[in-house]
C-alpha cells in the first residue's frame, strides 16, 4: 500500500487528492481518471475512490452546515424559459460550488438549494466555523451583492453549528457521504426564514465565528420545540432592512 502511494506521488503535476496524493492534472490525472480516481464531485479536494467509494460508517463529529436557496424560483420559473431557469440554476451551482470546496464539501444540490459541509477535517486551521461564515459572504458577494449591478437571483442563507452524524451511509448499491442530526435540520430552518441578501446564523455560529454585526432576533421555526436565538446580516456586515 505504502510503495503504491509513493508511486502515484512521483507522477507528476498538482493538484493531487489529499488522502491518497493521486494527480489529478496532467498526463497522471489522465492516467488516474482511467482508472476511477477523478475528483470527487463533493470535495474535488479528494479523489472519488477515496471519498465517496470508501468503506460505509460514519462518526458524530462538530460539523457547520450551511444551507443557501434561491428565493423566488418558482415564480421565477413562471415567467422565464426553461432552458434560461436552467442556466441560471447551474449558474448558481457552479457559482457555490467554487466557494464552498475551497474549505468544506458540497453535500447536496436539491432543486433550488445547496448545502455545504464543514468540519474540521476540512479544514487546515480547524477555523471550520470561522471558513463558513466567510464562504456565506463570498457566496451573496457572487451573486452580486453588495455590488453596483446587484444580485443576479434572490439567494438566502441559513448557517448552524453542532454534532452531527457524519460519513457514508448505503444500502445495498445506494450510497452516499451525509449529515444527520439536528444541526442540519436548524440550519435548514434558518435558510427557510432568510431573505434574499440575508444570512441567518444560529446564535452559536456567531459566538464561535466571533460575528458581532448584524440584528439578534429570537425566531420560532417550523419543528423546532423552543424558540431559536439568531443573527441576521448582509454581505457587508450590516443589519438586513425590516421588512
Not at 460539523?63 to 432552458?83: H, K, M
Not at 440554476?89 to 448545502?115: A, P
Not at 453596483?148 to 448505503?170: F, N, R, S
Not at 444560529?202 to 448584524?214: F, I, K, M, N, P
Request: proline share 7%; aromatic share 6%; glycine share 12%.
Amino acid at each position: 500500500m505504502r510503495r503504491g502511494i509513493r508511486l502515484i506521488s512521483s507522477l507528476p503535476a498538482a493538484p493531487r487528492c489529499e488522502a491518497c496524493g493521486n494527480p489529478f492534472a496532467g498526463f497522471g490525472g489522465w492516467l488516474m481518471r482511467r482508472v476511477g480516481k477523478s475528483p470527487s464531485r463533493k470535495n474535488p479536494r479528494w479523489c472519488q475512490l477515496c471519498f465517496e467509494k470508501a468503506p460505509g460508517g460514519a462518526v458524530t463529529l462538530p460539523i457547520g452546515v450551511l444551507f443557501a436557496v434561491v428565493r423566488g424560483s418558482t415564480a421565477l420559473a413562471e415567467t422565464v424559459p426553461p432552458d434560461e431557469m436552467v442556466a441560471a440554476l447551474n449558474l448558481f451551482y457552479s457559482k457555490l460550488t467554487q466557494v464552498i470546496v475551497r474549505h468544506g464539501i458540497v453535500d447536496k444540490l436539491i432543486g433550488d438549494e445547496v448545502m455545504g459541509l464543514y468540519f474540521v477535517p476540512l479544514t487546515r486551521d480547524g477555523r471550520y466555523v470561522n471558513s463558513m461564515v466567510s464562504d456565506a459572504r463570498a457566496i451573496l458577494r457572487a451573486q452580486g451583492y453588495g455590488t453596483a449591478e446587484g444580485p443576479q437571483l434572490k439567494v438566502g442563507i441559513g448557517l448552524d453549528v453542532g454534532p452531527a452524524y457524519v460519513g457514508i451511509v448505503d444500502e445495498g448499491e445506494i450510497r452516499d457521504f451525509t449529515a444527520i442530526g439536528d444541526v442540519v435540520n436548524t440550519a435548514a430552518r434558518l435558510q427557510a426564514v432568510a431573505a434574499g441578501g440575508e444570512i441567518v446564523m444560529s446564535e452559536r455560529v456567531a459566538g464561535l465565528a466571533g460575528v458581532q454585526d448584524g440584528e439578534v432576533v429570537t425566531l420560532t421555526l417550523k419543528g423546532k420545540a423552543e424558540p431559536v436565538v439568531a443573527r441576521r446580516i448582509t454581505v457587508d456586515g450590516a443589519a438586513p432592512p425590516t421588512p
